[in-house]
């Protein structure tokens, strides 16, 4: 009977989820057919919001559910960045080649990096970040293999569409992974791990595997979006790749849409894209001033971001994180 009743409840709420899965289809249909069909212009920005939104979902995952503030993940974006330009340009490589390299490599710098970071929590663990991609950005900027300071460009860029097909994919392919990896067993045990790692891991919870296993799938996404978005960009510098510019703008996204929901990252990424453009117009400087009050005052009267207060005035959740039924 109990079996009956289980099974009857996991229908209904699957049955639930079908019409979000058939708007989630259409919608990447008609974002596809956008890569063909639209402007270049347009083009253009949507390759910044699905980079953006794979790279902020990825943050989100790590300090929303994970715990781990990170403020160095343009480590992972700087080198894959260069992996692409010394692959194409230096061995003259298909620029896919590079790409996949340099995911391979975010994994594996993620996993020799655990090894020093893991033994921080906290704003100790945040400080180490950084100073890590600092570290990277003083080294490339020195190292004459790859032009020091010089930069390097890309070579064998295809078309603006493939490109965009590629990064319409790894925005897809990181909510989809982050969302099945939420719903599983795992899922409860990185919440748990989130409020009181020590609490967690007297219940059995592996704090250093969930963590490591985290950390490893961030790396490789931040990679591959780096990668993807200095294949766009075509060159890169030291100063560019490694800028805490990036972490930068990943916080916002979060903060904005709303760290620990699941679509928070995808609202901000849209509403984070939207204001850059329209704040490239100003001299330098005033847009981050400009988002940076925007923060505070998320903040100050949204301290949940805007889906997270969504969630909780309207009891309305888009991308359920509870996990799957009979689990």
Known sequence: MKKTAASNQRNVRIIDGIPMLIAAIILVIVLAVIGFAGSNNLRRILIKVFIYCAMGSMWNLMSGYTGMTSLGQQTFIGVAGYTVALF????????????????????????????ILFRMRGMYFAIATWVIAEAFKTFFTSWGFVNAGGGMTVAGRPDREVIYLMCLVLAVASIVVIYVLLKSKLGLGLTAMRDDADAASSVGVNIFKSKLLCFVICGVFCALGGGLYYLNNVSIYPGSGFAIDWTVSLVFIVIIGGIGTMSGPIVGTIIYIVLDEVL???????????????????????????????????????????RFSGE
């Open 88 to 115: 194409t340009a230096k061995f003259a490589l298909p620029f896919a080649v590079g790409i996949l390299a340099g995911g391979v490599i975010g994994g594996v710098l993620a996993l020799i990096l655990a090894v």
């Open 280 to 322: 490239a117009q100003l001299p330098a400087g005033w847009s981050n001033i400009i988002l940076g009050l925007i923060a505070i005052l998320v903040i100050l009267f949204l301290p949940d971001g805007i889906m997270g207060t969504l969630q909780k005035k309207l009891h309305f959740e888009l991308l359920s994180q509870k």
